[in-house]
Structures are given as structure tokens and as C-alpha cells.
């Protein structure tokens, strides 16, 4: 687990991992040069046998996660971000299917929740909530199944960790979308677990994807380019392709106006797949944006905004 200035969160998410039905768990912890009262709320865990804790400087959710891979010594492994949740009985089903179908990886079901309201989570099941063979999982509805790859979702042999390779440490934005699919592709079949509920904290302030600058774009498009090539590779389909095609449609926008050759690049990405399009941005644009198109869109949003902080100084 990478904890970065997560002392507001942390204390509920290690209640959720201690509480699991079963018991036999090593947490491992790094305190990822926080800021805040981290390394405070973490001091009273640290007479708990089955808690590790160490402290680094600050370099990334990536290296923190290898850096507690590295100190790990379970067989199977599970990922897991400092503010999230996950029911009582996560671990036990997962690890359930996973030893009774070896050579295969356990996801499980995630609901959002809003506001740190936990008694309200949403509901909303996606088409790879059920077993499938790691491509089609990844692909499945035109790509939903890439939009959706926490690597906390999953509950996962060590062997397939190590043949895979760790997180890409370069990465710091869409870095579980490069990460995850290297060790699912490994994997016999990928296993919904009903009974394995993550509960994702959404809407914070200080989390990852937000406050996005140059290297983060760059993070993403790099990701969206090492997983095309990857499932090129095994499997160049109009499937796959159509798959990808999404996952650039979702990112073009946030590349255009703020990094044009990013955008220009992607754009050529998108051409060479093929015409695909954007399916997202049919079912989920507002009627404005589809009425302007995204670009003015954008142009128009952006014009509005500084003249909105021209005005509040």
C-alpha cells in the first residue's frame, strides 16, 4: 500500500484490511515522503505483527508500490491505495477462487462512493463482471474493461508479478493502465468475485488524476502507447482495435490546447486503428458539449475560466 499525505483516510482503510474474514494477511506500508500526519496515524499500528511500515522520500505511487512488493513475502498479492475500502469478506473470496482454479487472477466488484459516504456507494455493473480469458476482459463493450483496471482489484499470484515485471516508476498518470494488463494477460482466465466489494473513494481534491500538467500527460500518453503496442501484438482484431480507439477518444481532449503535440500524436494513433468512434462521448457528452463539439467546447470553457480569474483578482 503507497501512502502519500493520506492521514485523513488511511486509519479507515487499515480497519477495512484488519477486519477481513481471513486473517492470515501482511500489510505492508509505505509512507511515501507524506506531508501531512501520515507517518503519525501510522505510529500506532506499529506494534501489530502483521503490519510493516516503512517511510522514503517522496517518488511516486509506482516505486512505493515496488518498493512494498519488494518486502512482501505472501504468495498472492493485492495492491491497494491508501483511501479506499474494501468489504469484509474481499480477501477470503478472492483467495477462495484463486486456489480453486490456479493460474488464474480474482477481480472483484467496485462501487464508487462520493464524499466520504461510505452508506452510499453506486452501483453500477460493467459487462466484465464475470469470468473471462484476460483479453476479452481487458476489451470487452468496446474497451470498458481497460477504463477499469485498478490493480486493487485484483488478487494476484507473486509468479505472475515476476514474470511481468513491477509498475513502470516513469509513470505517473495512467500507470495502472499499462501495469495491470501486463500481468493479466499472464493469467489463465480473469475471476469475478461477487463477494470481493471495492469501495472506491471518488472526487478527492488531491488525488493522482487531478491537477494534470505536462509530465502527467505525458505519463498518460506513454501508457496508452505501451498497451497498444502490447495488444497489437497478441491479437491485431477489429475488436482490439476498436477497444484502443476508445481509450484515445478519451484522452485526446484532455491533450488538445494544453499539449498539441501530444495531441497530434494521439490523433495519428486513432487514424492508424482505424475510424472508429467515439462512443463515449455519444452515450456521456452533456447536450451542450455535443451541440458545440468538444473542441469549441473546450475553446469555450477555457475563454470562460480566465475570464472568471480575470475578474475574481
Known amino acids: 500500500m503507497p501512502a502519500y499525505n493520506a492521514a485523513k483516510y488511511i486509519d479507515q482503510t487499515l480497519e477495512s484490511i484488519l477486519n477481513q474474514t481471513y486473517e492470515e494477511i501482511e500489510i505492508i506500508i509505505v509512507n511515501d515522503g507524506s506531508k501531512d500526519d501520515t507517518a503519525r496515524v501510522l505510529e500506532k499500528y506499529a506494534d501489530r505483527g502483521n503490519i510493516q511500515v516503512l517511510h522514503t522520500e517522496n517518488r511516486g505511487q509506482c516505486a512505493a508500490a515496488n518498493t512494498a512488493f519488494r518486502h512482501s513475502h505472501g504468495e498472492y498479492i493485492k495492491f491497494f491505495d491508501a483511501d479506499d475500502v474494501m468489504n469484509p469478506t474481499h480477501i477470503e473470496a478472492q483467495m477462495t477462487r484463486v486456489l480453486e482454479r490456479p493460474g488464474c487472477i480474482a477481480s472483484c466488484q467496485v462501487q464508487r462512493f462520493y464524499n466520504d459516504d461510505l452508506s452510499a456507494p453506486v452501483y453500477e455493473p460493467l459487462a466484465n463482471w464475470k469470468d473471462l480469458p484476460p483479453l476479452q476482459w481487458l476489451i470487452i463493450d468496446h474497451g470498458k474493461g481497460l477504463s477499469m483496471m485498478g490493480a486493487c482489484m485484483f488478487m494476484i499470484h507473486r509468479s505472475f508479478l515476476e514474470q511481468s515485471g513491477l509498475w513502470n516508476e516513469s509513470l505517473s498518470l495512467l500507470n495502472d493502465y499499462e501495469f495491470s ?5 499472464l493469467a489463465k482466465e480473469v475471476l469475478y468475485t461477487p463477494d470481493a466489494v471495492l469501495y472506491y473513494r471518488s472526487g478527492l481534491s488531491n488525488s493522482l488524476s487531478r491537477g494534470i500538467g505536462r ?5 498518460a500518453y506513454t501508457a496508452l502507447e505501451l498497451t497498444e503496442s502490447r495488444l497489437l501484438k497478441i491479437a ?8 484502443l480507439a476508445q481509450s484515445w477518444h478519451a484522452w485526446l481532449s484532455q491533450f488538445y490546447l494544453d499539449e498539441m503535440d501530444l495531441y497530434r500524436k494521439a490523433a495519428k494513433h486513432l ?9 463515449y462521448f455519444q452515450q456521456r457528452a452533456s447536450r ?6 468538444w473542441k469549441n467546447h473546450k475553446r469555450i470553457t477555457r475563454i470562460l475560466n ?8
Open 181 to 185: 494488463p501486463r500481468f493479466l494477460l
Open 215 to 219: 509530465a502527467r500527460l505525458v505519463s
Open 236 to 243: 491485431d482484431s477489429d475488436a482490439v482495435r476498436s477497444a
Open 271 to 279: 487514424r492508424e486503428l482505424g475510424k472508429y468512434p467515439d462512443l
Open 288 to 293: 451542450i458539449r455535443k451541440m458545440l463539439g
Open 306 to 313: 480566465r475570464i472568471k480569474k480575470r475578474f475574481s483578482r
